[in-house]
């Protein structure tokens, strides 16, 4: 609707000072964390041992606590000051890696006042590299208006360049090379073509016009850059297009859950809800690109964003299905189907059309573990699997950063039940002595602790493992778990942590929650 009016009083928020959440989901989360007084003096005389950070104990007195959620709400607006990124050590090594992104943030920040961020290995997983840096800048909008959607926003605090589908409204006499205030619509109010929103948003930072109005909004279909990012007001770098075939952007707990998992080389991996790829592509580099990765997700679309992925890194062991992982045991009806597209199965080949698959079968020739493989299609039997990963769908409560997210009570109730779903498949395709390894990026209890309380109810035939190696908090205690498996189980932010503004990258990072299980019969 180009020209379109956005007639609404203005109302302007700012970075890192308001809760995104819906007020009925803030109670909630409140109410489910009251009987959380859980004391952590022992692992502050553990961390003192380490001459590591001594992190603050729960608080016990709930007014007080009950403030403490507030302020870890509101950093759910904010981005982590750490952005991780993960090395393909089958292509290059840790320290050319380091030197590629140092290189980047350098043409990055030509003209730019503020330092160059620090660019490091992670202390503990060998294939993260962390870079560091400086959080909020205080910038002055420029006078001309551009108006992005949540999404685009968050992309943009997370260090992405305007891209045209994300520009809903800009300045009536907008020009290529103009000096632009980039803006977040909050509440999706803002109709495209919009000349002078009014409604409620969020500076992100100036930046410099590529692309004019009539080329935004009189085209069909606008692509490409819009805005290339100049001062953000959160200073996170712009690592998405960085030699993609050697390193990919991903959020530490993500990548801690292939370590987790752990699998060995030559062997057979589940990746339930695989999309877009990268637990997968991690796991795939893990075992030196041998065995199969066999990833699973529901549509189209994202089986090929997975496709997509393993083809940039070079990975030849990752088959990808469309299926619907609730269904993927195989019952008497299955073993009858003639072909796997009737069951709704569909596969996409491995091995991308520019891979000569000749030298390929000539390197697998020499490992006849790897031949035993013959890209079996869902559903499977009981007990096929010895390692599996479930990154079950969730309310994404613990992504950062959020504007007004609209997850409401009705949608967060209805998680818990695809979750047990998908965990009573795992466990029936999981053999004897396998693992299986259940994460989510939220942070309520119910998808979280609670989740892991009703799988070890379920199955007696399930037992809780330690997780290593650890990054995270113990499991929040009162919720079911003993304090023996609370500290098996690892929880990232934003509980229980009282300083917002934490200096350590695995503080500093989105709300995620990880378990790992082994199936003894």
């Excluded at 006849?368 to 079996?376: N, Q, R, T, V, Y």
């Excluded at 409401?408 to 693992?435: C, D, M, W, Y």
């Excluded at 990232?492 to 695995?506: E, I």
Aim: hydrophobic share 35%; proline share 6%.
């Amino acid at each position: 609707m180009a020209g379109a009016e956005c007639l609404s009083s203005k109302e302007q928020y700012i970075l890192g000072e308001f809760n995104p959440l819906l007020p009925e989901v803030t109670d909630y989360l409140r109410k489910s964390l009251r009987s959380v007084t859980h004391n952590y003096d022992n692992e502050a005389s553990k961390n003192q041992e380490d001459n590591t950070c001594i992190k603050k104990p729960f608080i016990t007195d709930f007014n007080e606590f009950h403030h403490d959620i507030d302020k870890a709400l509101t950093s759910l607006s904010l981005p982590p000051r750490f952005t991780t990124v993960r090395v393909n050590l089958l292509k290059t090594n840790v320290s050319e890696a380091v030197a590629l992104v140092e290189e980047q943030l350098r043409l990055q920040h030509v003209g730019k006042s503020t330092p160059l961020p620090l660019v490091y290995q992670h202390h503990k997983l060998p294939d993260l590299l962390v870079v560091e840096s400086h959080g909020i800048q205080k910038v002055k909008p420029a006078t001309k208006e551009v108006v992005v959607g949540r999404m685009c926003g968050s992309a943009v605090l997370r260090g992405a360049e305007v891209f045209a589908p994300g520009v809903l409204g800009a300045t009536p006499d907008l020009q290529v090379g103009d000096a632009v205030a980039v803006f977040a619509d909050l509440n999706d109010t803002c109709l495209r073509g919009c000349k002078d929103f009014r409604g409620s948003k969020m500076f992100l930072g100036n930046g410099t016009a590529l692309q004019s109005r009539k080329e935004l909004f009189q085209a069909s279909k606008s692509t490409g850059v819009a805005v290339s990012m100049k001062e953000q007001i959160f200073d996170s770098p712009s690592l998405g297009s960085c030699h993609l075939n050697l390193l990919f952007l991903q959020n530490l707990p993500s990548v801690l859950c292939g370590h987790i998992l752990n699998p060995s080389k030559h062997m057979k991996v589940l990746d339930m809800c695989a999309a877009p790829g990268g637990k997968t592509t991690h796991i795939a580099m893990l075992m030196c690109n041998t065995g199969q990765v066999i990833a699973v997700d529901r549509s189209h679309n994202k089986i090929e964003q997975i496709r997509s992925n393993a083809h940039r890194l070079s990975l030849t062991n990752i088959t990808a299905y469309k299926y619907d992982s609730t269904n993927l045991i195989l019952t008497s009806d299955d073993k009858n189907l003639k072909s796997d597209e009737e069951k709704g199965g569909e596969v996409f080949n491995k091995i991308p059309s520019n891979i000569n698959v000749d030298k390929i079968c000539s390197e697998l020739a020499n490992s006849a573990e790897d031949l035993k493989f013959s890209s079996p299609a869902p559903p499977y039997a009981p007990s096929s699997f010895k390692w599996i990963l479930l990154d079950a769908p969730c309310s994404g409560l613990g992504q950062r950063p959020q504007s007004h997210t609209k997850t409401n009570i009705k949608e967060l109730h209805s998680f818990p039940v695809v979750q047990r779903k998908l965990l009573k498949t795992a466990v029936e395709l999981l053999e004897p002595g396998g693992k299986l390894v259940y994460s989510t990026c939220t942070i309520v209890t119910e998808e979280n602790e609670k989740m892991v309380k009703w799988l070890l109810d379920k199955f007696p035939n399930v037992e809780l493992i330690n997780t290593t190696p650890k990054l995270g908090k113990p499991g929040l205690p009162h919720c079911g778990l003993t304090k023996e498996q609370c500290e098996k189980v690892q929880r990232f932010g934003p509980f229980p942590y009282t300083n917002v503004h934490v200096q350590h990258v695995d503080e500093d990072t989105i709300g995620f929650f990880v378990a790992a299980f082994k199936k003894l019969c």
